[in-house]
């Protein structure tokens, strides 16, 4: 029997799990024992200590150096036994990568007695082979705790009757880790950016950047572009999309350039003539009060005829509406260094020239600002 169990102590301490992530740190574990002594010891149960030191081998298996000692009174007498256990005891766990582990495991060594029992007096060192199971509950880095269920073969001779004891042992302990952990979390990996392209060298990349030629050493906003406006056009050129308008265009809210038409309407001409009708007269005064409120502004005087006659015929039409209007303006005060007269025939409608409404729209005069 003493040979059997002691084989299934060694082969379990031999065993060996895969490796893997684990803490290797020795750890000291103080604990709390209640051993219930076999009925045929007469003594009576009681409450002892123990201590081990030990450590996990891998991430299943662990051994722990364990030592641990309590006194137990002889039934019906006067006199007691102490018992001392020296012992290695090999333990396999469960839930691999757990706070809380379940184990069983199986040990031997040597359990020293001393004192007087009921029948006589005992001083010896005996083998013991122990078998057990329990829980490990991991709650910091450092501590965890620990209990276990062990069943104990005794082989002293206490009585002269028998040759081997069956003793249980209840434990709760700590399980206390020395030294830092050796298994640190390796650091989250630094993820370089990718380069950002910045053509301009302005500090800007070109991936936001609004103004991708600014010059060397012109200090810029947040979207690459210098916060004013190099083109006068009045838009910043943070917002401009045509940074190189000529000066004096009139511009959109982009900066772009665009062409400002204003149409005489009202002045009017018959049919192949290029007279103007008296109600023409108060529609081209306010033109000249404008160009006077304006007094920066050139223009173009532009002719405009219908469909009806050729188209050689129309072109020289509308030249001659266009000068008619254009010396009035003259007449009325506008410098002539402001303006230009130009006739466009029948090539510019904005209107059909199959009805009679839209042909008169056609006949028309306008003034398109140049700068």
């Given at each position: 029997m003493?040979?059997?169990?002691?084989?299934?102590?060694?082969?379990?301490?031999?065993?060996?799990a895969?490796?893997?992530?684990?803490d290797?740190?020795?750890?000291?574990?103080?604990?709390?024992?209640?051993?219930?002594?076999?009925?045929?010891?007469?003594?009576?149960?009681?409450?002892?200590?123990?201590?081990?030191?030990?450590?996990?081998?891998?991430?299943?298996?662990?051994?722990?150096?364990?030592?641990d000692?309590?006194?137990?009174?002889?039934?019906n007498?006067?006199?007691?036994?102490?018992?001392?256990?020296?012992?290695?005891?090999?333990?396999?766990?469960?839930?691999?990568?757990?706070?809380?582990?379940p184990?069983?495991g199986?040990?031997?060594?040597?359990?020293?007695?001393?004192?007087s029992?009921?029948s006589r007096?005992?001083?010896?060192?005996?083998?013991?082979?122990?078998?057990?199971?329990?829980?490990?509950k991991?709650?910091t880095?450092?501590?965890?705790?620990?209990?276990?269920?062990?069943?104990?073969?005794?082989?002293a001779?206490?009585?002269?009757?028998?040759?081997?004891?069956d003793?249980?042992?209840?434990?709760?302990?700590?399980n206390?880790?020395?030294?830092?952990?050796?298994?640190?979390?390796p650091?989250?990996g630094?993820?370089?950016?990718?380069?950002?392209?910045?053509s301009?060298?302005d500090?800007?990349?070109d991936?936001t950047?609004?103004?991708?030629?600014?010059?060397?050493?012109?200090?810029?906003?947040?979207?690459?572009?210098?916060?004013?406006?190099?083109?006068?056009?009045?838009?910043?050129?943070?917002?401009?999309?045509?940074?190189?308008?000529?000066?004096?265009?009139?511009?959109?809210?982009?900066?772009?350039?665009?062409q400002?038409?204003?149409?005489?309407?009202?002045?009017?001409?018959?049919?192949?003539?290029?007279?103007?009708k008296?109600?023409?007269?108060a529609?081209?005064d306010?033109?000249?009060?404008?160009?006077?409120?304006h007094?920066?502004i050139?223009?173009?005087?532009?002719?405009?005829t219908?469909?009806?006659?050729s188209?050689?015929?129309?072109?020289?039409?509308?030249?001659?509406?266009?000068k008619?209007?254009?010396?009035y303006?003259?007449?009325?005060?506008?410098s002539?260094?402001?303006?230009?007269?130009?006739?466009?025939?029948?090539?510019?409608?904005?209107?059909t020239?199959?009805?009679?409404?839209?042909?008169?729209?056609?006949?028309?005069?306008?003034?398109v600002?140049q700068?």
């Open positions: 003493k040979k059997r169990l002691l084989g299934i102590a060694l082969s379990c301490v031999a065993g060996t895969l490796a893997a992530e684990y290797d740190r020795w750890m000291l574990s103080p604990s709390l024992i209640f051993t219930a002594t076999d009925s045929a010891k007469n003594l009576e149960s009681n409450f002892g200590l123990g201590l081990g030191l030990g450590k996990f081998i891998n991430d299943k298996w662990s051994i722990d150096f364990e030592f000692t309590g006194s137990f009174d002889a039934d007498t006067t006199g007691s036994v102490s018992q001392t256990g020296y012992g290695l005891m090999a333990r396999y766990h469960f839930n691999e990568g757990s706070s809380l582990r184990f069983i199986a040990g031997a060594g040597v359990l020293e007695h001393d004192g029992g009921a007096a005992i001083d010896s060192s005996d083998l013991m082979v122990n078998l057990g199971a329990g829980i490990r991991k709650v880095d450092r501590v965890g705790f620990m209990t276990e269920v062990k069943y104990r073969l005794d082989t001779d206490y009585t002269n009757t028998q040759s081997s004891y003793d249980f042992l209840f434990s709760m302990g700590l206390v880790a020395l030294g830092e952990s050796s298994k640190v979390a650091a989250a630094i993820v370089e950016p990718a380069p950002q392209l910045d301009d060298g500090g800007v990349s991936q950047d609004r103004c991708p030629n600014t010059p060397a050493g012109m200090a810029v906003d947040m979207y690459g572009c210098h916060d004013g406006d190099a083109d006068n056009d009045g838009v910043k050129d943070s917002m401009d999309k045509c940074p190189n308008t000529r000066a004096g265009a009139v511009v959109d809210a982009d900066g772009c350039e665009v400002v038409v204003i149409e005489l309407q009202g002045v009017y001409f018959d049919t192949d003539k290029a007279t103007l008296p109600e023409s007269i529609i081209l306010a033109a000249v009060a404008t160009m006077g409120e007094g920066s050139v223009v173009e005087v532009a002719g405009h219908d469909s009806t006659a188209e050689a015929y129309n072109q020289k039409l509308s030249e001659r509406r266009a008619v209007v254009y010396n303006l003259v007449d009325k005060g506008v002539a260094d402001r303006m230009t007269w130009r006739g466009y025939g029948e090539n510019s409608p904005i209107a020239n199959d009805t009679a409404e839209g042909r008169a729209k056609n006949r028309r005069t306008e003034l600002i700068d």
